[in-house]
């Protein structure tokens, strides 16, 4: 099974009496899958100390994968490959190319614009009840569409 956690859930994680045994349980059985989203809410946590705690579960847990890009560049880009009728591409390959010490290694200019993405990306969050009913309306005409052409 694979796992994408809410960078929430990695606070909790990295709180937690037992997050040894938990981590390495979870990593024995299942493939853990960072994103873009909790390195960049990594990155703004506050305290140093916090921050490296942070970056060293993430780093743990991704095992060396790429982050998985944000939200609404997979959007675009699996929307894009849709209307070419090419094949969904396999989410892991939805990166941008840079490992989750790519992130953290970050400086100047380019953490600055990393940090500038957080809001882009927060103000998102206010359209998904709305895409994922229009998405589960369009996923059953898709169906309906197949039906059809199956039929000719």
């Not at 960078?7 to 994680?13: D, F, G, M, R, Y």
Request: proline share 4%; net charge positive.
């Amino acid at each position: 099974m694979i796992y994408c956690f809410d960078t929430s859930a990695i606070n909790q994680l990295n709180d937690d009496v037992e997050r040894k045994a938990l981590v390495a349980g979870l990593l024995a059985a299942h493939s853990v899958y960072a994103t873009a989203v909790n390195c960049v809410e990594v990155l703004g946590t506050k305290t140093e100390e916090r921050r490296k705690e942070l970056q060293t579960l993430l780093r743990e847990l991704a095992r060396g994968q790429s982050p998985l890009a944000l939200p609404f560049d997979r959007l675009k880009s699996q929307t894009m490959d849709y209307a070419a009728e090419r094949d969904r591409p396999p989410s892991i390959n939805l990166t941008y190319g840079m490992s989750v010490d790519d992130y953290f290694r970050l400086e100047g200019k380019e953490k600055e614009e990393v940090h500038d993405l957080k809001p882009r990306w927060k103000n998102h969050s206010r359209y998904l009840p709305k895409s994922d009913q229009l998405l589960t309306r369009s996923s059953k005409r898709v169906k309906r569409r197949d039906l059809h052409r199956s039929r000719l």
